[in-house]
């Protein structure tokens, strides 16, 4: 490779490195390894709020929203330090696969698990996340418990 080409490859490199950084610290991560739709058979919703009995989802549409909701979960890097435990996640969502696995996913307003990984998560993205898998799954729950 020619030197004039390197010269101006390697501060771009950097650069992209730098935003890529920076993105990361500012917006967080999203839940990485999230099973595809067509592998997914079932999903078992609770809510620890609204509902005590889990709700379970074998249709596509709603296999797919309960797979979007959980990009809405963006952690900082990093695992959480022990001991930290959950007191009582708000929502549980666990994914029942084709192959016969599952995929656990915990969360409260500060902290996300995922088969048992505790994360620290970003801002306020737990609670968007509650809020909307309320919405979306517990919605009669929700409109007795406010009194509409």
Avoid: C, W
């Avoid at 950084?21 to 809510?47: A, C, F, K, R």
């Avoid at 989802?57 to 952690?75: Q, S």
């Avoid at 599952?102 to 969360?107: G, P, T, W």
């Avoid at 919405?135 to 009194?147: I, Y």
């Amino acid at each position: 490779m020619n030197f004039k080409k390197l010269h101006f490859l390697v501060p771009g490199l950097i650069s992209a490195i730098i935003v890529m950084i920076g993105y990361v610290y500012i917006n967080g991560l999203p839940l990485m390894h999230m099973p595809e739709l067509d592998q997914v058979s079932s999903v078992e919703i609770t809510s620890n709020r609204l509902d005590i009995n889990s709700r379970v989802f074998t249709e596509t549409e709603d296999l797919e929203m309960a797979l979007n909701v959980t990009n809405l979960l963006l952690y900082k890097p990093g695992k959480v330090h022990q001991p930290y435990s959950f007191t009582e996640p708000s929502i549980k969502m666990n994914f029942q696969l084709k192959d016969g696995s599952s995929v656990l996913i915990e969360a409260d307003n500060t902290i996300v698990s995922k088969n048992g990984n505790k994360y620290h998560l970003k801002d306020d993205s737990g609670s968007i996340f509650t809020k909307v898998a309320e919405g979306l799954f517990f919605f009669d729950a929700l409109v007795e418990l406010e009194g509409y």
